[in-house]
């Protein structure tokens, strides 16, 4: 900057910090910089008059009043009704696989067979074990009653040659004689039946015997314990398996009836439990790909306790399920109607939009120039929202091309897209 003050011969330009322009030159240069700032200034100024002139193209729908219900709205999360984890009872080589993964089994249907030749094996022992022991028991029953009618002789000539040892008849070793034969008698009476009781407890043990070996054949066929869906199967054919090992063979699933579990706000938890007093409480579940199809159960299942974490009870709603749409572990959206209100006030939900003050709706006047007003909203169901202050039944409101729109512009009305929007030309 010093250098240019040096070369400029005139003070006050020196001060200014510039060279002269000369003559035409400058004064046309001085045109063209002044001449584009003014310019711009009177375009943004007619292009502004020109939007507040110019109609925007909008949709727009009516503000009705109609009859609402009052809905707690949470993600739930589908469970099976009930779930079986399918282990073998017992040990060996799988024989037979008679499902494929997938599949909806009824119950008592043939699912595996594991070989049950050891085990008809071991049926077969037991079955000869009890059959020895009961030949015995008779055999001992048998003994029992002979010795026993030899017992009752040898009795009798006992008191009989007493009476005569008595009178003198007979020797006092010939009524010795007699005498210990019958007391022999008695004791192997007495063996008799030790003898007796023990064939009958063996008969006992090898009927435990025979109905165990039975049992463990029977654990050799497996079958569905319930009506279901099966999952992945663990196990193939000719793999040895053990008894109660992990993981098991395979899943079900009984899919209908299904469940699904949900937590909604602590607030709600008195208007339902008074519903279900009164009566069965509806669910609908929709699955988020398919909000237009929904599933209707019944809420079943109310939490003994309120989180206090979250503030939130769990409820539980059955499902007939009848077409399968929904599957164990999908989440779906769940509504439960809780009661209704009356005369609310209702607009689509495009016609809310979201400004610093929070929400607002552009309201089309009778001249076709719109207003942003406030708006309170409340609850939404299915596409449109609930107004509760902001707005009166039969205003007009815009539900699309809102982003042409500011306070006082024209509009023009198209064609509405359903519900209860306007339409015009």
């Given at each position: 900057?010093?250098?240019?003050?040096?070369?400029?011969?005139?003070?006050?330009?020196?001060?200014?910090?510039?060279?002269?322009?000369?003559?035409?030159?400058?004064?046309?240069?001085?045109?063209l910089?002044?001449?584009?700032?003014?310019?711009?200034?009177?375009a943004?100024?007619?292009?502004e008059?020109?939007?507040?002139?110019?109609?925007?193209?909008?949709?727009?729908?009516t503000?009705?009043?109609?009859?609402?219900?009052?809905?707690?709205?949470?993600?739930g999360?589908?469970?099976?009704?009930?779930?079986?984890?399918?282990?073998?009872?017992?040990?060996?080589?799988?024989?037979?696989?008679?499902?494929?993964?997938?599949?909806?089994?009824?119950?008592?249907?043939?699912?595996?067979?594991?070989?049950?030749?050891p085990?008809?094996?071991?049926?077969?022992?037991?079955?000869?074990?009890?059959?020895?022991?009961t030949?015995?028991?008779?055999?001992?029953?048998?003994?029992?009653?002979?010795?026993?009618?030899?017992?009752?002789?040898?009795?009798?000539?006992?008191?009989?040659?007493?009476?005569?040892?008595?009178?003198?008849?007979?020797?006092?070793?010939?009524?010795?004689?007699?005498?210990?034969?019958?007391?022999?008698?008695?004791?192997?009476?007495?063996?008799?039946?030790?003898?007796?009781?023990?064939?009958?407890?063996?008969?006992?043990?090898?009927?435990?015997?025979?109905?165990?070996?039975k049992?463990?054949?029977?654990?050799?066929?497996?079958?569905?314990?319930?009506?279901?869906?099966?999952?992945?199967?663990?196990?193939?054919?000719?793999?040895?398996?053990?008894?109660?090992?992990?993981?098991?063979?395979?899943?079900?699933?009984q899919?209908?009836?299904?469940?699904?579990?949900?937590?909604?706000?602590?607030?709600?938890?008195?208007?339902?439990?008074?519903?279900?007093?009164?009566?069965?409480?509806?669910?609908?579940?929709?699955?988020?790909?398919?909000?237009?199809?929904?599933?209707?159960?019944?809420?079943?299942?109310?939490?003994?306790?309120?989180?206090?974490?979250?503030?939130?009870?769990?409820?539980?709603?059955?499902?007939?399920?009848?077409?399968?749409?929904?599957?164990?572990?999908q989440?779906?959206?769940?509504?439960?109607?809780?009661?209704?209100?009356?005369?609310?006030?209702?607009?689509?939900?495009?016609?809310?939009?979201?400004?610093?003050?929070?929400?607002?709706?552009?309201?089309?006047?009778?001249?076709?120039?719109?207003?942003?007003?406030?708006?309170?909203?409340?609850?939404?169901?299915?596409?449109?929202?609930?107004?509760?202050?902001?707005?009166?039944?039969?205003?007009?409101?815009?539900t699309?091309?809102?982003?042409?729109?500011?306070?006082?512009?024209?509009?023009?009305?198209?064609?509405?897209?359903?519900?209860?929007?306007?339409?015009?030309s």
């Amino acid at each position: 900057m010093k250098s240019l003050f040096l070369v400029t011969p005139e003070p006050r330009r020196q001060w200014l910090g510039i060279r002269p322009l000369a003559g035409a030159r400058g004064l046309l240069l001085a045109s063209l910089v002044s001449f584009p700032a003014c310019s711009g200034n009177r375009a943004s100024a007619t292009t502004e008059q020109a939007a507040l002139h110019e109609a925007a193209p909008v949709t727009v729908a009516t503000v009705i009043q109609k009859t609402v219900p009052v809905e707690a709205r949470a993600i739930g999360n589908v469970e099976a009704y009930s779930t079986v984890s399918v282990k073998a009872l017992t040990g060996g080589e799988l024989m037979k696989v008679y499902f494929k993964e997938g599949q909806e089994v009824r119950k008592g249907e043939l699912l595996f067979q594991i070989d049950p030749r050891p085990f008809e094996s071991e049926l077969r022992r037991a079955e000869g074990n009890l059959a020895k022991d009961t030949a015995q028991a008779k055999q001992a029953e048998a003994n029992l009653a002979r010795d026993m009618a030899q017992a009752k002789n040898a009795e009798m000539q006992a008191r009989r040659y007493a009476d005569l040892f008595k009178e003198g008849v007979v020797a006092r070793e010939l009524f010795d004689q007699f005498r210990t034969n019958s007391d022999a008698l008695e004791a192997t009476i007495q063996a008799d039946k030790a003898s007796l009781e023990y064939s009958s407890a063996a008969i006992r043990s090898d009927k435990a015997a025979v109905e165990n070996a039975k049992l463990q054949l029977g654990y050799c066929t497996i079958r569905s314990p319930m009506e279901g869906r099966t999952g992945n199967l663990i196990v193939h054919q000719g793999n040895i398996i053990k008894a109660n090992e992990n993981p098991p063979l395979v899943v079900i699933n009984q899919i209908q009836p299904i469940f699904v579990t949900f937590s909604v706000p602590e607030q709600y938890l008195t208007e339902i439990k008074s519903r279900m007093a009164a009566g069965r409480l509806e669910v609908k579940a929709m699955i988020p790909q398919e909000e237009g199809r929904s599933a209707q159960g019944t809420l079943t299942f109310v939490d003994n306790m309120v989180d206090s974490t979250t503030g939130t009870i769990r409820l539980k709603g059955t499902f007939s399920n009848q077409e399968k749409r929904l599957w164990p572990g999908q989440f779906v959206n769940v509504v439960v109607t809780l009661s209704k209100q009356a005369n609310a006030m209702v607009v689509p939900s495009r016609a809310i939009q979201t400004g610093q003050n929070g929400q607002y709706v552009f309201v089309v006047g009778p001249d076709l120039r719109v207003e942003s007003r406030p708006v309170v909203i409340g609850t939404s169901l299915s596409g449109e929202i609930v107004i509760e202050r902001g707005l009166k039944p039969g205003e007009t409101v815009v539900t699309d091309g809102q982003l042409r729109l500011a306070p006082g512009v024209k509009v023009e009305v198209k064609k509405g897209l359903g519900g209860n929007e306007k339409k015009g030309s």
